[in-house]
């Protein structure tokens, strides 16, 4: 089955779908934002073709459910702080918003909320109706998704680890797997297995790059927040952890071996210095910023009023309790892709064992994401120097 056919977050508003379990992204959008807003108030400096007119945005990825908004609320607002501070509030420009996401993306779901979230725009920012228009442009990012030269602003918030395919040369000639025993390429990978990762990566950050340059206005801006390598050596992300449950499940003889053996993740976790040569080897963009920071995978459980359990357990502290708010984020992203490997069935044996593991590790502070934001501007052409 094609990857864009499996690859998206649980869908719906129910207790597993990733409206309901994304408040680990909405801490990490929350630390996006100060960067969001420099990044709008260099572009409005920056004088493009008809941006004092309508801006033109895309989010690139934009899963469904309250991120979606929470992006789009914090792009609208950026756009209209820093138009107050240039003192042109009279004349707002018109924003147009595409929201992107693959094919299967749970589309319909943010389209249900735009009339009450137009209507919050208008009463708490002053935003009239018709001068905010959202849209979707579904398809993957690694293909061509707009006209040339015609979009001021591009953001992406955690996807770039999602890879166009499961890299190939995992498999030998004899057909069997270089990466036994894992899901991924970690930091314990051999390293046929980890260069096959980053040839995967280097080729569809670098086909995303010259995409979507040739999308852009020169001077016009992208800004990227990706996973990316920490230096902890014995810190353990998400898809360690995942990888550990799917290990117990072979050892305990729920699962055969060959299963996990022929399963990998179209997902690579790339190092700053990886993201920031590719830039520069690609060429298209001069890098503006560039910062890392690491979120605690349980900080947000503390904020999240959606996670069922919390509305009768009081016992916030309950080292389990977390363990399993952690699994559930983490069951809203990787579902539908391991179900459509392993089967419906077992998921929720999967991240039974997950929480275990989660919860030996959760009050080590050892169980993050490192992150990184980007902020690009795209080189102008020779000729529009
Ligand atoms: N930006 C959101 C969602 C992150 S989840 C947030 O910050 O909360 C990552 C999203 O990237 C998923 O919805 C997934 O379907 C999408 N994605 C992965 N590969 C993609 C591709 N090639 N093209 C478009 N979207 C993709």
New binding site residues.
């Given amino acids: 089955m094609e990857?864009?056919e499996v690859?998206?977050?649980n869908g719906g508003e129910g207790d597993t779908s990733?409206a309901k379990n994304?408040a680990y992204?909405?801490l990490?959008?929350n630390k996006v934002k100060p960067v969001l807003e420099q990044c709008i108030r260099e572009l409005l400096r920056a004088n493009l073709p008809n941006i004092n007119k309508c801006i033109k945005v895309a989010?690139?990825?934009?899963?469904?459910?309250p991120?979606?908004l929470?992006?789009v609320r914090d792009i609208v607002q950026s756009i209209d702080k820093v138009g107050q501070e240039k003192k042109n509030e009279l004349e707002r420009p018109t924003i147009q918003i595409f929201l992107?996401?693959?094919f299967?993306?749970d589309f319909n779901s943010v389209f249900k909320l735009l009339p009450s979230f137009y209507r919050k725009l208008e009463k708490e920012n002053g935003r009239k109706i018709g001068s905010c228009l959202i849209g979707a442009m579904?398809?993957?990012?690694?293909?061509r998704l707009f006209p040339e030269e015609s979009m001021h602003f591009l953001h992406?918030?955690?996807?770039l680890h999602?890879?166009?395919q499961v890299p190939s040369g995992l498999v030998t000639e004899l057909g069997i797997s270089t990466n036994k025993g894992s899901i991924y390429s970690s930091k314990a990978s051999r390293l046929p297995v980890q260069k096959a990762y980053l040839d995967q990566f280097t080729k569809?950050f670098t086909t995303f790059l010259r995409i979507h340059s040739e999308e852009l206005f020169s001077h016009g801006r992208m800004l990227l927040?990706c996973i990316c390598k920490g230096v902890e050596f014995d810190a353990l992300n998400a898809i360690d952890l995942l990888e550990m449950a799917i290990n117990d499940l072979v050892v305990e003889g729920h699962l055969e071996e060959e299963k996990l053996d022929s399963f990998n993740l179209p997902v690579y976790i790339p190092s700053a210095e990886e993201v920031k040569c590719i830039v520069e080897e690609e060429g298209s963009f001069e890098i503006l910023y560039l910062e890392t920071f690491k979120v605690l995978y349980d900080a947000g459980f503390s904020i999240d009023d959606n996670y069922p359990v919390r509305s009768h357990v009081q016992v916030y502290s309950d080292e389990h309790i977390k363990a399993e708010y952690v699994a559930s984020s983490v069951r809203a992203?990787y579902e539908p892709i391991l179900a459509s490997h392993f089967g419906e069935a077992i998921i929720p044996d999967i991240f039974h064992r997950f929480a275990k593991h989660a919860a030996k590790v959760l009050p080590l502070g050892k169980a993050f994401y490192n992150n990184l934001i980007i902020s690009l501007a795209k080189k102008p052409e020779k000729s529009d120097m």
Wanted: aromatic share 12%.
């Fill in positions: 990857l864009q690859l998206r977050m990733y994304s992204n909405h990490v959008l989010d690139l990825g934009c899963a469904s459910g991120n979606t929470l992006t992107n996401d693959l299967q993306n579904p398809g993957s990012f690694y293909s992406s918030c955690y996807c999602w890879l166009s569809d927040t992203v």
